[in-house]
Nanobody
Framework: QVQLVESGGGLVQAGGSLRLSCAASGRTFSSYAMGWFRQAPGKEREFVATIDRTGSRTAYAGSVKGRFTISRDNAKNTVYLQMNSLKPENTAVYYC????????????????WGHGTQVTVSS
């Protein structure tokens, strides 16, 4: 069992940056691939980024590639999402998730989820 807690969300102006963190409980964090998803009001939860167990491979949604960076620190049981050049359309609740395979962009393939952190980008 893995418990995930996101933090770092908030209100930022367009063009600004935020760094999200997701802290995981348990000793098996390094055995999971990790992903970030987001859900805007009235929309489906969508894939943002994923990273493999060691942090050596990453994958991104096309809409965030070049602006967002996913990383992880297995010693700290934490995965990060650095978000730069934010746009109002990036406003959403951001969720981290843990799964057994990489790369996985389908939310149903992830086993554990956090409760999310709100990111609001003002124009």
């Amino acid at each position: 069992q893995v418990q995930l807690v996101e933090s770092g969300g908030g209100l930022v102006q367009a063009g600004g940056s935020l760094r999200l963190s997701c802290a995981a409980s348990g000793r098996t964090f390094s055995s999971y691939a990790m992903g970030w998803f987001r859900q805007a009001p009235g929309k489906e939860r969508e894939f943002v980024a994923t990273i493999d167990r060691t942090g050596s491979r990453t994958a991104y949604a096309g809409s965030v590639k070049g602006r967002f960076t996913i990383s992880r620190d297995n010693a700290k049981n934490t995965v990060y999402l650095q978000m730069n050049s934010l746009k109002p359309e990036n406003t959403a609740v951001y969720y981290c998730a843990a799964g057994s395979a990489f790369p996985v962009v389908v939310r149903g393939e992830y086993d554990y989820w956090g409760h999310g952190t709100q990111v609001t980008v003002s124009s």
